[in-house]
């Protein structure tokens, strides 16, 4: 337990905090980028309000998306309810969203 409270501790230093800041303006800032583009991308259909570190879209070929992402190596999930399939995409660092962004370009062409 002590290794735990002084793990714990340690995430409330400054440096530790400012790191975590950091990191929170990136997600938020990435995501609300991604939304923007797949909002305008004409594959996709919907993109779903976020609070969280993914955004989930609807789009023309959900499966044949998630299977494109896969074979190049990036993970997203595929989302089945309500007899539908959707892709649920995390946001991640600028140039891993940029790499699903090229993917999605790539499936759409």
Partial sequence: ???????A????EPASLQRLHAQ???LLSERA?????LE???????????DANFLLLSCDTPAALVDHCHARGLLV???RGNEREYVRL???QPEE??????ALAEQAA
Wanted: with cysteine.
């Fill in 77 to 79: 999930r595929l989302i």
């Fill in 24 to 26: 929170w303006h990136v």
């Fill in 33 to 37: 980028r991604l939304k923007d583009l």
């Fill in 9 to 12: 501790l340690a995430q409330t």
């Fill in 1 to 7: 337990p002590a290794a735990c409270v002084d793990a």
């Fill in 40 to 50: 305008r991308h004409p594959g996709v259909r919907r993109v779903w309000p976020s």
């Fill in 97 to 102: 969203n940029d790499l699903f962004l090229g």
């Fill in 90 to 92: 995390t946001i991640g």
